[in-house]
């Protein structure tokens, strides 16, 4: 009978352990979020001839994180995260970005079926933007042997990125279960 207790115990501790689990990339680096309630989960690609993919400018203290649905670029789809007046050299972790240290953008072919005319055409684009000045939060949570981790969330707006600036803030995708490890390098290097 003491068994049966203990069996029928550890059935229900481990349907207790089967809860929903956060997404966890298939990738050893990425960027991936939920864009209202959709995993989108992309691998760190470091483009060829592109000095600032996944570089930190050790004078300008600035990065962008980045990482794509293919090596063909932004075409297909991509994450960037922007850390802007950061030494995260010798940040004290974890560090939450305030004001304008970081901004979120995110694309993907369903920007394309948006039926607006400032993001079609030659010289014009779109993507959803937000930054930590507005409405998005960025957290760096470790920083080791070149990897940055951290976890992200908010709102972004749709934004103009061609010579057709604009944001127009009633349309936007929520962010939430932003997560990032991506490999870095220095411009020194």
Known sequence: MKNLIKYFVLLLLLSCNSEVVDPVSNFSTFIQGEVNGELSNLPQIDLENV????????????????????????????????????????????????????????????????????CQGLDQGCSFMGSSAENVQVIITNIEDKFIV????????????????????????????????????????
């Open 51 to 118: 000095n600032t993919s996944n570089t930190y400018f050790l004078k300008a203290k600035q990065t962008w994180l980045e990482a794509y649905e293919s090596n063909q670029g932004i075409a297909d789809g991509y994450w960037q995260i922007r850390l802007s007046g950061l030494d995260i050299l010798n940040l004290t972790l974890p560090y939450t970005a305030s004001e304008a240290e970081a901004s979120v953008s995110w694309y993907d072919n369903d920007v394309i079926k948006i039926n607006d005319d400032r």
């Open 150 to 189: 951290g976890e992200f969330s908010g709102r972004l707006f749709l934004t103009g990125t061609g010579f057709g600036s604009f944001k127009d803030e009633s349309k936007y995708v929520d962010v939430s279960k932003g997560a990032f490890k991506i490999r870095f390098r220095t411009d020194e290097e």
